[in-house]
């Protein structure tokens, strides 16, 4: 009995190596790492203040020209969970960009969607595709998978934003494609916002908007006060304590981009919203207010500028200490397309006991 185990020993020693020497690998020795119950996101929940933020940025305005690597001075959050990887979820990157007075960044295409979220300064436009967009705090700008896209500030002042990008996926998919425009800026148009005069009307289109090649919304820019107004409509609608909104294509009623959701949350001074899960990542940007949130049990209060993480399937529940107003970017689009995307309220006592799921 013994010897025949011991033979069957051997005999399982003598498969793995032959496995391996095929580039074969058994699945039955991987303790379920492969195929989880639920998903173990590398990512962890991590917050960056919007002064540090900020002063790095300008640091960097002062030493570092724009040309420098990729056409563009940027910073970049680098999840501790994601080994030096410049991502902030194993999805999404997040990244502050700084742009100095009298300076532009040149015209490039890339086949990662982008998106840009206004935290201050005015004055600069994104020229997307031949449209020059004008950026004041609060909007939001979409520079959409391919389209040629340089930014321009004639002003004096330096301006920051915010960019979302879904460079992991398509890095992940092997999609990954960037272009130089011929010359170093787009022919600047005279006449500015010219996606909002044509798509800007509030459930009025032109007859002839849809455009069943398109997979983006047309609107390259979804101004603050519209947002604002929005938010203030929704909550005296429904109350409180958290009322939510995604940015839509007005065509299709779609996500704005096919990879990148955009949303923005409003939570009430002492309002604390129910723990949920969702499947997908998200980066949170703080446009206004101040609160904290618990993230698989661990705070991490945040103001103005803020910036943080939830990884997929984190448990998370958000209070306001003051009417707060919060940005985020999700890779919801992307889950929802494939037919991966779930989510659930929980209540006290799963959220406690999620924590010590490992
Ligand atoms: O503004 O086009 O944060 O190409 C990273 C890559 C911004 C941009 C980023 C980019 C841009």
């Known amino acids: ?31 379920r790492d492969l195929i989880p119950w639920s998903p173990k996101p590398a990512a962890v929940p991590w917050l960056w203040r919007g002064k540090t933020l900020k002063a790095l940025a300008t640091r960097s305005g002062d ?32 990244n502050i960009q700084f742009l100095g007075p009298h300076e532009s960044a040149p015209a490039h295409r890339h086949s990662p969607d982008a ?108 101004r603050w006060a519209d947002t604002e107004a929005a938010l203030d409509a929704l909550l005296e609608e429904r109350g409180g304590p958290m009322v939510s909104l995604q940015f839509v294509d007005p065509t299709t009623g779609r996500p704005v981009l096919p990879t990148i959701g955009c949303e923005m949350h409003r939570v009430i001074p002492g309002g604390r919203a129910k723990p949920v899960r969702k499947v997908g990542s998200a980066v949170y940007v703080v446009y206004r207010g101040s609160g904290m949130s618990i993230i698989n049990g661990q705070r991490f209060d945040w103001g103005p500028g803020d910036t943080f993480v939830v990884p997929s399937w984190a448990a998370v529940e958000h209070e306001a200490s003051s ?22 309220t929980l209540d006290e006592a799963q959220e406690i006991s999620s924590r010590f799921e490992g």
Not at 67 to 93: C, E, H, W, Y
Not at 132 to 150: I, S
């Open 63 to 94: 030493l570092v020209t724009i040309d420098r690597g990729g056409d563009r001075r940027v910073i970049m959050l680098s999840n501790p969970g994601l080994g030096g990887k410049p991502f902030a979820t194993s999805t999404l990157q997040g």
């Open 115 to 222: 998106i840009r979220f206004i935290l201050q300064g005015e004055g600069v436009w994104t020229t997307v595709e031949g449209d020059a967009c004008d950026m004041y705090p609060g909007d939001l700008v979409l520079t959409p998978n391919w389209t040629w896209h340089d930014h321009n500030n004639e002003t004096d002042e330096p301006m920051i934003w915010f960019d979302g990008l879904d460079v992991p996926i398509t890095l992940a998919l092997d999609a990954i494609f960037f272009e130089l425009y011929p010359s170093d800026l787009q022919p600047q148009p005279t006449v500015h916002n010219r996606s909002t005069r044509t798509f800007g009307g509030k459930g009025l289109l032109p007859l002839d908007a849809a455009d069943p090649t398109r997979n983006y919304s047309p609107l390259f820019i979804y």
């Open 323 to 344: 009417a707060a107003d919060v940005f985020a970017i999700t890779d919801r689009p992307v889950l929802e397309a494939l037919g991966l995307y779930r989510e659930e």
């Open 1 to 31: 009995m013994s010897t025949l185990q011991d033979n069957i020993g051997e005999q399982l020693e003598e498969l793995y190596l032959d496995l391996a020497k095929e580039h074969l690998q058994p699945l039955w020795t991987q303790e």
